[in-house]
């Protein structure tokens, strides 16, 4: 694609079907801040449509049993998976698959051409849930289908996961830890839930060196952050050479969120999403997706993701 790029963002009121009860963190009024601030978004960025994630699409990255245990905590009226502390309503299984399948839209307009680089505002978020488990707010890994979609729809071999949630994506990084075409690479909070993610796990077998985990103490600001990148993940980054890279985008580094314990500020989410668009410039024709995770301050959530959107151009 030649001249200036063109950035899709996907946002549907659909993801507040997905009822997490009194007072989560993870709720559908979070999501509605967020909503309205992607409507004020100028006409030259393209709204991308969603569609809902097939089953066949979901299991690229989930065992069988695992997706019909989620079909049937939903149909079954289950507050909580089986599988731990994930919070669910009778909705939040079609939710979970639409939230996928947005995700899978915006890497197929991306390859088509239609946009250069994506958002998607989607719920649950993703990168806690494994191939067999459910975890924290996370019911599919939208980010983790993604990368299987673009191997086996798209022929790509080489797909990096760029995760600057403040907690570590546990999910992600078990389904690609043995994966030596899959790059992980994590920013994080160090000790804190899901209390995974040490600077020693670099992948396992054949992934070996697949995995790049920057855990970063608590009450950092964004400045340790940009540090971490530029002496460790951009050199990684080039040394694996992607060529699609997807991006975990969490907000709940931000110094307001109720959970999370950084001190990044928009500056922060605009100088890491620059730093991702020049790797996906470099190796990836420019070619990016990023899918919403964390973030709990509302209002901060509304104002980093358009830091975001802005950084994409």
């Not at 191997?151 to 990096?160: D, E």
Request: hydrophobic fraction near 40%; include cysteine; charged fraction near 20%.
């Amino acid at each position: 694609m030649t001249g200036p790029a063109r950035i899709g963002v996907h946002w549907d009121a659909r993801y507040e079907r997905h009822d997490t009860g009194f007072c989560h963190p993870e709720s559908a009024n979070r999501y509605r801040i967020l909503r309205a601030a992607l409507e004020e978004l100028p006409d030259d960025i393209v709204r991308l449509p969603g569609r809902r994630a097939t089953v066949s699409e979901i299991l690229l990255a989930h065992e069988h049993y695992y997706h019909d245990l989620v079909y049937r905590d939903a149909e079954t009226f289950a507050d909580c998976l089986r599988t731990g502390d994930t919070a669910i309503c009778e909705e939040s299984y079609e939710v979970a698959r639409e939230a996928t399948g947005a995700v899978l839209e915006a890497v197929d307009a991306v390859m088509r051409g239609d946009v250069t680089r994506a958002f998607c505002a989607v719920r649950p978020p993703g990168h806690h849930a494994s191939s067999a488990r459910g975890m924290g707010f996370c019911i599919f890994n939208h980010v983790a289908v993604a990368a299987r979609y673009l191997q086996s729809h798209h022929g790509l071999r080489r797909i990096a996961i760029v995760d600057w949630d403040v907690h570590h994506g546990n999910g992600t990084e078990a389904i690609f830890l043995e994966d030596p075409d899959v790059f992980y690479l994590s920013l994080h909070e160090q000790g804190i839930y899901p209390y995974t993610g040490p600077a020693t796990e670099h992948g396992q077998g054949e992934g070996k060196g697949a995995t790049l985990n920057l855990p970063l103490p608590f009450a950092s600001p964004g400045p340790t952050a940009l540090a971490a990148w530029n002496e460790f993940a951009a050199p990684a980054l080039d040394a694996f050479q992607p060529e699609f890279l997807l991006v975990s985008a969490g907000f709940d580094a931000l110094a307001s969120d109720p959970i999370g314990g950084l001190r990044w500020d928009n500056a922060t989410f605009t100088a890491l999403t620059q730093r991702c668009t020049a790797i996906a410039r470099k190796w990836c024709g420019g070619r990016m997706v990023s899918s919403l995770e964390g973030g709990y301050d509302p209002e901060g959530l509304a104002a980093a993701a358009l830091a975001h959107v802005a950084a994409l151009q």
